[in-house]
Structures are given as structure tokens and as C-alpha cells.
């Protein structure tokens, strides 16, 4: 529960904790443009160590952080094979295309998340005058429009052997690969192992309010700090910033698999409710998309505003569909008070 409503809509609405209040108030700060702030630099370390890479760049959100390892891996004309269904290629606002020049080819998204090895290969440029240059891959882990499916660490290690075979870098949108590590029980590093950079977030299930971090190289990072500061992303005293961060990395990511028994048990309670269709089994880790019968006599916006008035937020995620995600201030009660709220929302259907 968040000032009264229990909110689904996304696990960005997480409020910071106590702990990181604390650590924010307390925090030593410096400038850190001039590499000067020691709470940053604790931070980045901190993130590269649980990454398995060399260095990591502090950055305001997630965008930002694809958006910047992108320009540092490609320039302009250069061409990215993503998923059809990723948040970079749907929802950051084009940034790789209109910032960078970056021509995106997207390719479908299997349910589990993961694209086909053979659609990748098939996706790959030859060398022609007619054609951009292929030079990234880029993955999502987990998988936000896939029902937050987490990609394991073998499906990575064969796309790395393919990236190998033909000069390619492997890039890992891990805006949620804690949730990954943590439902796959493995550490986030066996998932990043065979990317060459990786982003995760701070401000989704670890609850920070601000920051993402991109891991990689050290000379990587050397550049994607030049490119962060083209774009504005600079930071100044950002160490009030990392230190609810650090405290998200060493107190946030192990309870995480609390959101995903939540999740399970939201999915399976709103399987037995009439009206409602979603494939529970598919639930991995915090994030449930359910869809509304067509045969329910209710809008999608009918159907939030009935929730509404039960002090219950969910995300309308396409026509019928719909997207709750459990979070940090999302407890077992009131799992079971949503679960109430949207049976009672739904006519009775005969
Ligand atoms: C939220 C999200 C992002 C972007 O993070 P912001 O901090 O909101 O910019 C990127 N990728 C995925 C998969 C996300 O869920």
C-alpha cells in the first residue's frame, strides 16, 4: 500500500525506503562531472562487481542508459537487431534513431522473451553497398512485454557464440535482470557474462527513486561517459542519488523473490475468476498481463475505474489487456485485496 491505494501499475512507483532516506541525507557528495563525488564512484564499482564488468556509469534512468550504450556501440547508419517487442524499440521514444542515426531491425519476439537464434543469423547484413552494417544485438532481460520472462544464462551463451561468428556486440537491456538472477537463482553476473554491456535500473523493484547504471569495459565506459555528458546526462552531486542506490544493491535484490511469489499468487487467483484469461504458469517473476473476455460487459476504462474506486491501480497494457506488476509496498494482503476488487469489478457473466 502507497498513501492509501494499492498501485500495480508498475514497480517505477516505489516509493524509497527508510533505509535509503537515511543513506540519501547522510550521503558524502562531491562533483561528480569532475569525477569527484565518492558515493557515485562507490556505487559504480558496486554495480560493475555484482555485473562481472570492469566499470559501470551512473545514469538518470534506463533510457538514458540504453540510449547512451547504444550511441557508444554504433554510429550512424549502423544497424541493431532487436526484439519486435522490446522496450527500446517501442518505448524510448526512438531515441537510437533520431539521436543517433542507428537504423533498428527488429525481429519477433518468442513468447519466452528470447529471438531466434536463426532469425538473428537471418537478420545479420552481408557485405554489400546496399546495406547498413549489422552491429549489435540487443536483448531485454527480463522481458517486460513477455510477461517479464528472464532469459537464462545458456540461451545468452549461444548468443554470444553467434555474435562471435560474425563480429557482433551483444548488448543486455537488464532494466529488471535482478528479478532475472533472482527467479532463475542465479547471480545477475552469469547473466551478463556474455553481454558486452549491460543496464539495469535502480528505480523498479530495487525501490531507489532515481538512476541506472550501464556495465561494461572500462574503455567502453570511458567513452559512454563522453557520450552521457553530450546528452545532458551529467550529474553534479549525484551522490544523494547513489546512495539509495548502493542501499538498493546490498539490501533489495534477494526479497525480490517475495514479488515474485506475489505475482504467482495474483496470476493464479485471477485465473479462477470468471471473465478473466491469462496463462499463469507463464508468470516468472513480478510482472502479470491478464486480458478481460471479450464477453465482459465492461470498457477497459470501466474496468480501471471500478478498480479505481476500490483504491486499486492496474496499467492498461492493449486493447483488453492489462498489466499489474507487485512491488516492495505491495504485501500479501492486499494481493488479496486486489484480487477482491477485480472480481467484484466484473458483472457476473452467464
Ligand atoms: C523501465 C524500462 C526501461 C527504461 O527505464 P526508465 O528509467 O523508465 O527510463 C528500459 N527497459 C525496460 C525493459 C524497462 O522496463
Not at 557515485?40 to 566499470?55: P, S
Not at 545514469?59 to 544497424?79: I, K, P
Not at 556474455?194 to 535502480?202: E, G, N, R
Not at 475468476?273 to 465492461?298: C, K, M, S, Y
Request: aromatic fraction near 4%; hydrophobic fraction near 45%.
Amino acid at each position: 500500500m502507497l498513501n492509501g491505494w494499492i498501485d500495480l501499475r508498475s514497480d517505477t512507483v516505489t516509493h524509497p525506503t527508510p533505509a535509503m532516506r537515511e543513506a540519501m541525507a547522510r550521503a558524502e557528495v562531491g562533483d561528480d562531472v569532475f569525477g569527484e563525488d565518492p558515493t557515485v564512484r562507490r556505487l559504480e564499482e558496486a554495480a560493475a562487481g555484482r555485473m562481472g564488468k570492469e566499470a559501470a556509469l551512473f545514469m538518470a534512468s534506463g533510457t538514458m542508459a540504453n540510449l547512451v550504450s547504444l550511441l557508444t556501440h554504433c554510429g550512424r547508419g549502423d544497424e541493431v537487431i532487436v526484439g519486435d517487442l522490446a522496450h527500446t524499440f517501442l518505448s524510448e521514444v526512438g531515441g537510437m534513431a533520431a539521436l543517433g542515426g542507428i537504423h533498428p531491425r527488429p525481429i519477433p519476439n518468442q513468447p519466452d522473451g528470447t529471438l531466434r537464434l536463426e532469425d538473428i543469423e537471418a537478420a545479420i547484413r552481408s557485405e554489400d553497398i546496399h546495406h547498413p552494417r549489422t552491429r549489435l544485438i540487443a536483448l531485454e532481460n527480463t522481458h517486460n512485454r513477455c510477461m517479464g520472462a528472464a532469459l537464462p544464462p545458456e540461451y545468452m551463451a549461444r548468443v554470444r557464440a553467434l555474435a562471435d561468428r560474425y563480429g557482433l556486440k551483444v548488448h543486455v537491456d537488464g532494466a529488471r535482470i535482478f528479478n532475472a538472477a533472482v527467479a532463475l537463482g542465479v547471480p545477475a553476473a552469469a547473466l551478463a557474462r556474455d553481454a558486452d554491456t549491460v543496464t539495469f535500473c535502480l528505480s523498479k523493484g530495487l525501490c531507489a527513486s532515481v538512476g541506472s547504471l550501464i556495465c561494461g569495459p572500462a574503455d567502453f565506459i570511458r567513452e559512454a561517459r563522453r557520450v552521457r555528458k553530450m546528452v545532458g546526462g551529467g550529474m553534479r552531486q549525484a551522490g544523494v542519488l547513489a546512495a539509495a542506490g548502493l542501499v538498493a544493491l546490498e539490501t533489495m535484490v534477494d526479497r525480490l523473490a517475495e514479488d515474485h511469489r506475489r505475482a504467482r499468487r495474483l496470476a493464479e487467483g485471477l485465473a479462477e475468476i470468471p471473465g478473466i484469461r491469462i496463462e499463469a504458469h507463464r508468470v516468472q517473476t513480478n510482472i502479470v498481463i491478464f486480458e478481460l473476455d471479450p464477453r465482459v460487459p465492461l470498457t477497459d476504462e470501466a474496468f480501471l475505474q471500478a478498480l479505481e474506486a476500490q483504491r486499486v491501480k492496474i496499467l492498461r497494457w492493449g486493447p483488453r489487456r492489462f498489466r499489474a506488476v507487485t512491488h516492495y509496498w505491495i504485501d500479501d494482503t492486499d494481493i488479496d485485496r486486489a484480487l477482491r476488487a477485480i472480481a467484484t469489478a466484473i458483472p457476473n457473466m452467464r
